[in-house]
Nanobody, 124 residues
């Protein structure tokens, strides 16, 4: 399975960006998510969607970011509004194969299919 992200870039604080990713060569994902890693910090999960379309968000992005699935169930987007300088990071999407109804996010993420990451810069 190959996962490819796109849509990163540079924006001023208060601006918006939309990230997209697509997984090719696989299916049966019970959970999909967006993660980010800022310099010197651990990777954090920020938005998730399960196979029923239910979503969860980290408090840091709730109300500003929206995860959505395109018509193709193997495609995922993240609309980011009201961006802040501390949103700057490398953003990754991941698809997790497994039994539908399993907890999303999964307690372990090592088995997911990950993209290469796309960088988001936010200037003040």
């Amino acid at each position: 399975v190959q996962v490819v992200e796109s849509g990163g870039g540079s924006v001023q604080a208060g601006g918006s960006l939309r990230l997209s990713c697509a997984a090719s060569g696989g299916g049966g994902f019970f959970c999909m998510g967006w993660f980010r890693q800022a310099p010197g910090k651990e990777r954090e999960g920020i938005a998730y969607m399960d196979n029923n379309g239910a979503t969860k968000y980290a408090d840091s992005v709730k109300g500003r970011f929206t995860i959505s699935q395109d018509n193709d169930k193997n495609s995922l987007s993240l609309q980011m509004n009201s961006l802040r300088p501390n949103d700057a990071a490398v953003y990754y999407c991941a698809f997790f194969p497994g039994r539908f109804g399993s907890p999303c996010p999964p307690p372990r993420t090592y088995f997911g299919y990950w993209g290469q990451g796309t960088r988001v810069n936010v200037s003040s």
